[in-house]
């Protein structure tokens, strides 16, 4: 198991930080769609450094049999993903991995036994997150990026299993909803043909929009937001698409995406065969099956709350993850 150590030999002559004492992390993200390792230099009261990010694309909803159960080639998968990580983040001298999972391990029917795999492969515990502790740490991510001024916040992400919404004006959310919307869920369950047709597309619009309904009715006590914000790399993908840049803080570009862009491509995405989809903008080959699963999800979304329109953050659960990680260390600044 790797252990932390506030100080490394001789690494903070390496380190472009003026604090010599720093910690590297790793955020192994064990999610529906790819194994994601995020490793990232950081010190106390400092901004994370990325150093390494690295992805295996596994899309486990195409390994789920009729009962649940992630079935031996997927969990076969998923272990080597796993391996491969570890050797990684060791390779890159990190100090302390941390382990998360989410919903495609975490609802699988034989999960406690996949879970028991993948401790043995990382020779470590695995934090199994439910779905609302995603949207807070996603939540916390968000609002370190875009600061206090932006005041009231809510916050979509779209992961392959599940989609979590949140909305407050604090770190943490007044109010968090995780719902089984994820765009490699619904894929597999509405939009299993290549292209899917306008009638498959329909009946995953009906059923988001019911699943929605009372989610929606839950945040309307809540106040308007000041910024409507998504998260996720599919979010990313479709904003890249339909989306367009604008001036933002420091020069910093930022994306906004319409709903009414989306809506206007939903059908068009629906026509075009996967293999074709990755020579559109944004559309990476890993997102080309279920990216319109995840549009359409996306679009019932925003519908359901009110929202014509919004940015997207490049922090989302691991930099959630990092971020909370580094609070609760007990570290004191290095004297002058």
């Not at 609002?143 to 206090?148: C, P």
Request: net charge negative; glycine share 8%.
């Amino acid at each position: 198991m790797l252990r932390p150590q506030a100080l490394r030999a001789g690494a903070g002559a390496q380190h472009p930080c003026r604090y010599s004492s720093f910690v590297r992390l790793g955020v192994l993200d064990i999610g529906s769609n790819t194994v994601h390792l995020l490793v990232a230099d950081v010190r106390p009261g400092g901004r994370p450094l990325a150093t390494t990010s690295q992805r295996t694309v596994l899309r486990l909803m195409r390994y789920l049999s009729p009962d649940g159960s992630i079935t031996e080639e997927g969990v076969t998968a998923l272990v080597a993903a796993v391996t491969e990580a570890r050797k990684i983040a060791s390779a890159e001298s990190v100090d302390e991995l941390l382990a998360t999972a989410t919903s495609a391990v975490r609802e699988a029917k034989n999960g406690p036994e996949v879970i028991a795999l993948i401790e043995e492969a990382l020779g470590q515990p695995l934090q199994v997150l439910g779905g609302e502790t995603e949207a807070r740490y996603t939540f916390l991510a968000v609002r370190r990026w875009f600061g206090w001024a932006a005041g009231q916040i809510l916050l979509f992400d779209i992961g392959g299993g599940s989609l979590e919404i949140a909305a407050g004006a604090d770190e943490l959310p007044e109010q968090a909803a995780s719902v089984p919307l994820g765009a490699g869920r619904m894929t597999v369950q509405f939009l299993p043909d290549d292209p899917p047709g306008e009638a498959a597309v329909e009946h995953l619009r009906d059923h988001a929009r019911a699943t929605l309904a009372p989610v929606a009715a839950s945040f309307g006590s809540l106040a308007r937001p000041d910024h409507v914000v998504g998260s996720s790399k599919a979010i990313r993908s479709l904003a890249k698409l339909v989306g367009y840049p604008v001036p933002g803080w420091s020069g910093i570009e930022r994306m906004l995406l319409p709903r009414a862009a989306l809506g206007s491509w939903i059908p068009r995405l629906a026509r075009i065969p996967a293999s074709a989809r990755q020579e559109l903008p944004g559309i990476t080959p890993d997102r080309t099956f279920q990216i319109v699963a995840g549009a359409v999800v996306l679009h019932e979304a925003m519908r359901a709350m009110d929202v014509d329109e919004l940015e997207v953050s490049p922090w989302a659960l691991r930099e959630g993850v990092l971020l909370r990680y580094i609070e609760s260390l007990s570290w004191s600044a290095p004297s002058a």
